[in-house]
Nanobody, 125 residues
Framework: QVRLAESGGGSVQAGGSLRLSCSAP????????VGWFRQAPGKEREGVAA????????KYADRVKGRFTISQDSGKSTVYLQMNNLRPEDTAMYYC??????????????????WGQGTQVTVSS
């Protein structure tokens, strides 16, 4: 079974940066999309950023556009989320997921995919 492992979370002040990493060495054989989700206490889980089509296409939630960048290494075994200009509202548990998307139709629904255990990001004002 595919296991995803996140790392890179931590605590920063507003305006700071963090880089999350997601290791999924087998995802290219089982799924075609890797993304980051987050969930703050008392809130719904939301999709943050995703990369698919062998890295050619990226998707972002409106509230992180221009601040977060998703990328993958050349071997496609690690996906990164560079988070700049962090805000207190970015505080959440961040999860990496790998799932299948239909070519030409992106969907944030990763419920049937593979997930990591999460890494905490805390941004103080």
């Amino acid at each position: 079974q595919v296991r995803l492992a996140e790392s890179g979370g931590g605590s920063v002040q507003a305006g700071g940066s963090l880089r999350l990493s997601c290791s999924a060495p087998e995802y290219t054989y089982h799924t075609n999309c890797v993304g980051w989700f987050r969930q703050a206490p008392g809130k719904e889980r939301e999709g943050v950023a995703a990369i698919y089509a062998s890295g050619a296409i990226t998707k972002y939630a409106d509230r992180v556009k221009g601040r977060f960048t998703i990328s993958q290494d050349s071997g496609k075994s690690t996906v990164y989320l560079q988070m700049n200009n962090l805000r207190p509202e970015d505080t959440a548990m961040y999860y990496c997921a790998a799932w299948v998307v239909t070519p030409g139709y992106f969907d944030w629904n990763a419920d049937s995919g593979y997930w990591g255990q999460g890494t905490q990001v805390t941004v103080s004002s």
